[in-house]
């Protein structure tokens, strides 16, 4: 995301966090996902969407930050024997 611009850290709630192997899902929960907001253009938002929706592993959802609204990419399988981050934190894993 060369062309991103980063806006800020933001913490989202009702939602938690699992690992996929190599990359996170965060599905609808109870819990915090740790994240951080950036501006990006429309080809980049296409990348992402090719990347991430194609097989329907991820759905985009539209989410309010402190910067405004912003994309949230949200697992759409599921979780069932996956590892739960329980701080919400990719980071953490």
Same mark, same amino acid.
């Given at each position: 995301m060369?062309? %991103?611009?980063?806006?800020? #850290? !933001? #913490? ?6 699992f690992?996929?192997?190599h990359?996170?899902?965060? $599905?609808?929960?109870?819990?915090? /996902? /740790?994240?951080? $907001? !950036?501006? +990006? *253009?429309?080809?980049?938002l296409?990348?992402? #969407?090719?990347? =991430?929706?194609? =097989?329907?592993? !991820?759905?985009r @959802?539209? +989410? @309010?930050?402190? !910067?405004?609204? %912003?994309?949230?990419? $949200?697992? @759409? ?6 590892? =739960? ?6 980071? *953490?894993?």
């Amino acid at each position: 995301m060369t062309n %991103a611009q980063w806006l800020g #850290d !933001y #913490d989202i709630e009702n939602f938690q966090l699992f690992s996929l192997g190599h990359y996170p899902g965060a $599905v609808p929960g109870e819990g915090l /996902v /740790v994240g951080e $907001v !950036y501006r +990006i *253009d429309a080809t980049t938002l296409a990348e992402l #969407d090719a990347l =991430r929706t194609a =097989r329907g592993e !991820y759905k985009r @959802q539209l +989410i @309010q930050t402190p !910067y405004g609204s %912003a994309w949230m990419y $949200v697992y @759409q399988r599921s979780t069932e024997g996956l590892i =739960r981050i329980e701080s919400g934190n990719w980071l *953490d894993r």
